[in-house]
C-alpha cells in the first residue's frame, strides 16, 4: 500500500490539511488568519546620559498586536539582569551584574528603575519582549548609557584681590573638581564673555584619587582699565559645564581701590588745608566721573 500524494487528493482535502496550521476555519466553513502580525517594540525610553550615584528609569513600551505576552528581558552588554514573565509564579525576577542595582519596587512590566550608579554601570542596554508558544514572535531594541562624573560643586577661584588699582594685573584660576568628562570652561567679566588673548589654557590634570577623572583650569589675566567697572564694581564669573548634566558657576564681586590722596580727609582741618581739601575733591568728582563711565 502506498502513502497518497499531493496528486491524489482533491483541493480541498489539501487545504483541509494545510490550512488549519495558519488559519481558523469559522461556523461557515471560511478560514480566518490565526497568524500574530508580529510583536512590536513603540519606544524605548533610555537615557544617553547619566551621573554617577544617581538613578535611571528603563522603559520599554511594546504591542503585542493579540499575542500574549511570554516575557520582559533587559540586558546590559549582552546579559541578561532583569526578566518579568507574567505566567510563572515569580513573575519579576533580577540577576546580578557589575554597576545594575534593580529596584523591584519601582519596576514593572514595562518600566526598569536602576539606582546607585557607578562607572560601571555604563554600557548598551537592551529590552527583549516576546510573544507565547507556539511562535514565541520577538521584538528587541537597544540603547547606550554613558555615566559621568559629575563634580558636587562650583568650580573654585584663585588668586583674587578684595580690590584692584588702575592699570593693575589680574590674574586669577579658575579649577574645577575631578570629572569625567573634563569640564567645558568660561570666563566672563560683567556677564560678558572674556576675549580669547586674555585666558590661558585650558590645562588638564589627572585626579589622584580617580585616574578616570580630571580636573580642569582656564586661567583669566587681564590689566584693569576703567572699562572693567560697572557702578565701582568689576564682577568676574568662571562657568562650568559638562552637558547634558551640570552647569554651575563661581562669582567674585572686586572694587575699585583708590589712591590715599583721594580718600576722605579728616573732619579736623585748618584753613590753610581747606583749599587743598576742596581741590582733592575736585579731582575725585572727576576721576570717578570718567571710572563710571559705562562703555
Given at each position: 500500500?502506498?502513502?497518497?500524494?499531493?496528486?491524489?487528493?482533491?483541493?480541498?482535502?489539501?487545504?483541509?490539511?494545510?490550512?488549519?496550521?495558519?488559519?481558523?476555519?469559522?461556523?461557515?466553513?471560511?478560514?480566518t488568519n490565526n497568524i500574530v502580525r508580529s510583536v512590536r517594540l513603540?519606544?524605548?525610553?533610555?537615557?544617553?546620559?547619566?551621573?554617577?550615584?544617581?538613578?535611571a528609569l528603563l522603559g520599554c513600551q511594546y504591542d503585542l498586536e493579540?499575542?500574549?505576552?511570554?516575557?520582559?528581558?533587559?540586558?546590559?552588554?549582552?546579559?541578561?539582569?532583569?526578566?518579568?514573565?507574567?505566567?510563572?509564579?515569580?513573575?519579576?525576577?533580577?540577576?546580578?551584574?557589575?554597576?545594575?542595582?534593580?529596584?523591584?519596587?519601582?519596576?514593572?512590566?514595562?518600566?526598569?528603575?536602576?539606582?546607585?550608579?557607578?562607572?560601571?554601570?555604563?554600557?548598551l542596554y537592551a529590552c527583549e519582549v516576546s510573544g507565547e508558544a507556539?511562535?514565541?514572535?520577538?521584538?528587541?531594541?537597544?540603547?547606550?548609557?554613558?555615566?559621568?562624573?559629575?563634580?558636587?560643586?562650583?568650580?573654585?577661584?584663585?588668586?583674587?584681590?578684595?580690590?584692584?588699582?588702575?592699570?593693575?594685573?589680574?590674574?586669577?584660576?579658575?579649577?574645577?573638581?575631578?570629572?569625567?568628562?573634563?569640564?567645558?570652561?568660561?570666563?566672563?567679566?560683567?556677564?560678558?564673555?572674556?576675549?580669547?588673548?586674555?585666558?590661558?589654557?585650558?590645562?588638564?590634570?589627572?585626579?589622584?584619587?580617580?585616574?578616570?577623572?580630571?580636573?580642569?583650569?582656564?586661567?583669566?589675566?587681564?590689566?584693569?582699565?576703567?572699562?572693567?567697572?560697572?557702578?565701582?564694581?568689576?564682577?568676574?564669573?568662571?562657568?562650568?559645564?559638562?552637558?547634558?548634566?551640570?552647569?554651575?558657576?563661581?562669582?567674585?564681586?572686586?572694587?575699585?581701590?583708590?589712591?590715599?590722596?583721594?580718600?576722605?580727609?579728616?573732619?579736623?582741618?585748618?584753613?590753610?588745608?581747606?583749599?587743598?581739601?576742596?581741590?582733592?575733591?575736585?579731582?575725585?568728582?572727576?576721576?570717578?566721573?570718567?571710572?563710571?563711565?559705562?562703555?
Open positions: 500500500m502506498r502513502w497518497p500524494n499531493a496528486t491524489d487528493l482533491n483541493l480541498e482535502t489539501r487545504l483541509d490539511i494545510i490550512l488549519p496550521s495558519y488559519f481558523n476555519r469559522d461556523t461557515n466553513g471560511f478560514y513603540v519606544e524605548l525610553r533610555v537615557p544617553t546620559h547619566e551621573r554617577e550615584g544617581g538613578s493579540g499575542d500574549t505576552l511570554y516575557a520582559v528581558k533587559w540586558y546590559k552588554d549582552g546579559k541578561e539582569f532583569f526578566k518579568y514573565a507574567p505566567r510563572i509564579q515569580t513573575p519579576m525576577k533580577h540577576f546580578k551584574l557589575p554597576g545594575v542595582h534593580v529596584n523591584e519596587s519601582r519596576s514593572s512590566t514595562t518600566v526598569v528603575a536602576l539606582e546607585n550608579l557607578t562607572r560601571e554601570s555604563a554600557g507556539p511562535s514565541f514572535m520577538t521584538a528587541r531594541s537597544e540603547k547606550y548609557i554613558t555615566v559621568h562624573l559629575i563634580p558636587d560643586t562650583g568650580p573654585k577661584l584663585t588668586g583674587l584681590k578684595d580690590k584692584y588699582f588702575l592699570d593693575d594685573l589680574v590674574v586669577s584660576n579658575c579649577t574645577t573638581a575631578p570629572s569625567t568628562p573634563e569640564a567645558h570652561l568660561k570666563w566672563l567679566i560683567n556677564d560678558r564673555p572674556v576675549l580669547k588673548r586674555f585666558l590661558r589654557g585650558p590645562w588638564y590634570r589627572v585626579s589622584a584619587d580617580r585616574p578616570d577623572a580630571i580636573e580642569t583650569t582656564l586661567q583669566l589675566r587681564f590689566t584693569v582699565t576703567p572699562s572693567d567697572f560697572v557702578d565701582g564694581a568689576m564682577k568676574l564669573t568662571c562657568q562650568s559645564t559638562i552637558a547634558p548634566l551640570y552647569q554651575q558657576e563661581t562669582t567674585s564681586t572686586h572694587y575699585i581701590d583708590l589712591p590715599l590722596s583721594l580718600e576722605t580727609p579728616s573732619p579736623v582741618s585748618s584753613p590753610s588745608t581747606d583749599h587743598a581739601i576742596k581741590t582733592n575733591w575736585s579731582i575725585l568728582t572727576v576721576l570717578l566721573s570718567v571710572l563710571f563711565l559705562r562703555i
